[in-house]
């Protein structure tokens, strides 16, 4: 067999990266080669996006980007995979005639016959959720050239219903991983250098398997994550609040290689919007977690996502976000304007009622705020002493090395003859809005 190259790009979270990963293995047991350059590959694969309209739209115009590639290779297949071929589903080949290929994330061990399908001219398309599949039997193929830092799938969809989310409808019903395989793609991380694994899923908080009368959840699955190598760190993403478990706290404490940051998403500080959100948490609730947090583990770093503009969210509401994330301090923050998406309970029931002009201000009220507390958290670690794990050569000198804190923050250093996937100490002496500066010491 001749082998052919598929060239795939991935768009929104680190779910879709991970993902990403399956898909090339899966390809790779059916002749494909994963190649970086599109302009060679006779299969082109768009992993895509639904959170926002923002996501979708920027994957409509890659797609009118790339379309001249088909005129000039007419024999190339170009396929559409991920959340948004599972929310557009057929209709996505109707807006665009490219695109001959559909899988939705349950699908993909399906896409050598929807290859198949596609090459002999039809339009193939699987977009089934399923009840089961977690790819656990399937070795991703790690694309990323750093070779420091990866991410395990532990868990796919989601049971949460918040009111504004797609995910739910685009990834089907939550299922956990078996945690055995799990902790074997660790191992296997590790032989092959990796020095960092981040434990992916919706809410990884609400993972758990059983198997004859014996269950795991996460605070084990991660003790058992932590307990591989001590030298491998352990992140995982993403928890929510209402699930975030005093027990988990202690498991972090507990184990230093579990990386001392916790992205805890608040989308709002307004429990009246939190209560239409269907978050199943209030303020004062979540203010709780984070005081849990800041007395277990108190070295550990708090990133939050904010939505603003929710449906019917009034001044009042937003200025309780705004004293939410001033009272939590939090180090990073993820910020979106609320985007109605079409099939969700808000779109279903709720008016996306706050006009343009208003959520666009309110969302730059909040990174303002944002800019101020991040350089405060920087700020708080000059003189201070870190572990940092060395990822790369720094972007701006080939002198200078960048890595990670465990807090997750970037700090940049004299290279002083250490290589990426080391452990350093370093002190850091400045900082700019995004990165600590220091040395190792
Ligand atoms: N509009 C804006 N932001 C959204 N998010 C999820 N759905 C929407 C939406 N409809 C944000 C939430 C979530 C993050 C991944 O994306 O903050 O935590
Ligand atoms: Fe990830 Fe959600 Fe975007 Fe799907 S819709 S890629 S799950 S962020």
Same mark, same amino acid.
């Not at 923002?54 to 007419?74: C, M, T």
């Not at 050239?145 to 219903?161: L, P, Q």
């Not at 009622?353 to 958290?377: C, F, G, H, M, Y």
């Given at each position: 067999?001749?082998?052919?190259?598929?060239?795939?790009?991935?768009?929104?979270?680190?779910?879709?990266?991970?993902?990403?990963?399956?898909?090339?293995?899966?390809?790779?047991?059916?002749?494909?080669?994963?190649?970086?350059?599109?302009?060679?590959?006779?299969?082109?694969?768009?992993?895509?996006?639904?959170?926002?309209?923002?996501?979708?739209?920027?994957?409509?115009?890659?797609?009118?980007?790339? @379309?001249?590639?088909?005129?000039?290779?007419?024999?190339?297949?170009?396929?559409?995979?991920?959340?948004?071929?599972?929310?557009?589903?057929?209709?996505?080949?109707?807006?665009?005639?490219?695109?001959?290929?559909?899988?939705?994330?349950?699908?993909?061990?399906?896409?050598?016959?929807?290859?198949?399908?596609?090459?002999?001219? #039809?339009? =193939?398309?699987?977009?089934?959720?399923?009840?089961?599949?977690?790819?656990?039997?399937?070795?991703?193929?790690?694309?990323?050239?750093?070779?420091? *830092?990866?991410?395990?799938?532990?868990?796919?969809?989601?049971?949460?219903?918040?009111?504004?989310?797609?995910?739910?409808?685009?990834?089907?019903?939550?299922? @956990?991983?078996?945690?055995?395989?799990?902790?074997?793609?660790?191992?296997?991380?590790?032989?092959?250098?990796?020095?960092?694994?981040?434990?992916?899923?919706?809410?990884?908080?609400?993972?758990?398997?059983?198997?004859?009368?014996?269950?795991?959840?996460?605070?084990?699955?991660?003790?058992?994550?932590?307990?591989?190598?001590?030298?491998?760190?352990?992140?995982?993403?993403? @928890?929510?609040?209402?699930?975030?478990?005093?027990?988990?706290?202690?498991?972090?404490?507990?184990?230093?290689?579990?990386?001392?940051?916790?992205?805890?998403?608040?989308?709002?500080?307004?429990?009246?919007?939190?209560?239409?959100? #269907?978050?199943?948490?209030?303020?004062?609730?979540?203010?709780?977690?984070?005081?849990?947090?800041?007395?277990?583990?108190?070295?550990?770093?708090?990133? *939050?996502?904010?939505?603003?503009?929710?449906?019917?969210?009034?001044?009042?509401?937003?200025?309780?976000?705004?004293?939410?994330?001033?009272?939590?301090?939090?180090?990073? =923050?993820?910020?979106?304007?609320?985007?109605?998406?079409?099939?969700?309970?808000?779109?279903?029931?709720?008016?996306?009622?706050?006009?343009?002009?208003?959520?666009?201000?309110?969302?730059?009220?909040?990174?303002?705020?944002? #800019?101020?507390?991040?350089?405060?958290?920087?700020?708080?670690?000059?003189?201070?002493?870190?572990?940092?794990?060395?990822?790369?050569?720094?972007?701006?000198?080939?002198?200078?090395?960048?890595?990670?804190?465990?807090? #997750?923050?970037?700090?940049?250093?004299?290279?002083?003859?250490?290589?990426?996937?080391?452990?350093?100490?370093?002190?850091?002496?400045?900082?700019?809005?995004?990165?600590?500066?220091?040395?190792?010491?």
């Amino acid at each position: 067999m001749i082998d052919k190259k598929v060239y795939i790009e991935t768009y929104g979270c680190q779910m879709n990266v991970a993902d990403s990963e399956v898909v090339v293995s899966i390809l790779k047991d059916h002749g494909y080669k994963h190649t970086g350059n599109i302009g060679e590959a006779e299969l082109i694969l768009i992993n895509t996006c639904s959170i926002r309209d923002n996501a979708e739209q920027r994957i409509w115009g890659r797609l009118k980007a790339i @379309s001249h590639l088909k005129k000039k290779k007419p024999g190339i297949i170009i396929g559409l995979i991920g959340c948004m071929a599972e929310r557009l589903k057929e209709s996505v080949m109707e807006k665009e005639d490219i695109v001959s290929l559909l899988a939705g994330p349950d699908a993909y061990r399906d896409l050598p016959s929807l290859i198949a399908e596609a090459e002999s001219g #039809n339009k =193939a398309v699987n977009v089934l959720l399923s009840r089961e599949e977690t790819y656990a039997d399937i070795s991703p193929v790690r694309m990323d050239s750093k070779g420091v *830092t990866s991410f395990v799938s532990i868990m796919r969809g989601c049971n949460n219903m918040c009111a504004y989310c797609v995910v739910p409808y685009v990834r089907g019903a939550e299922r @956990s991983r078996e945690p055995g395989s799990i902790i074997s793609e660790i191992k296997n991380l590790r032989d092959k250098g990796y020095r960092e694994v981040t434990l992916l899923g919706q809410n990884v908080n609400s993972y758990l398997y059983s198997e004859e009368g014996h269950s795991v959840s996460f605070p084990g699955l991660l003790e058992k994550a932590a307990l591989v190598d001590p030298l491998i760190r352990i992140r995982y993403s993403t @928890s929510h609040p209402k699930d975030l478990s005093d027990e988990l706290l202690h498991v972090m404490a507990q184990y230093p290689n579990i990386c001392r940051h916790i992205h805890l998403p608040a989308q709002s500080g307004s429990s009246r919007v939190l209560k239409l959100m #269907n978050r199943e948490y209030s303020r004062e609730w979540y203010m709780k977690r984070i005081s849990a947090i800041r007395s277990i583990i108190p070295d550990c770093a708090i990133s *939050t996502d904010i939505i603003a503009g929710f449906c019917t969210e009034t001044e009042e509401d937003h200025n309780e976000t705004l004293s939410l994330m001033e009272w939590a301090g939090y180090d990073f =923050a993820y910020m979106f304007k609320y985007s109605e998406r079409p099939g969700t309970k808000a779109a279903r029931k709720l008016k996306d009622d706050v006009p343009d002009d208003v959520k666009t201000r309110r969302l730059n009220e909040i990174i303002a705020l944002q #800019n101020k507390l991040s350089a405060r958290s920087k700020k708080q670690d000059v003189g201070r002493v870190f572990e940092v794990l060395i990822e790369d050569r720094s972007k701006r000198s080939e002198s200078r090395l960048s890595g990670r804190t465990s807090q #997750n923050k970037v700090a940049v250093f004299p290279a002083e003859g250490r290589k990426k996937g080391e452990y350093v100490n370093v002190k850091i002496e400045g900082c700019t809005p995004a990165t600590l500066l220091g040395k190792i010491i």
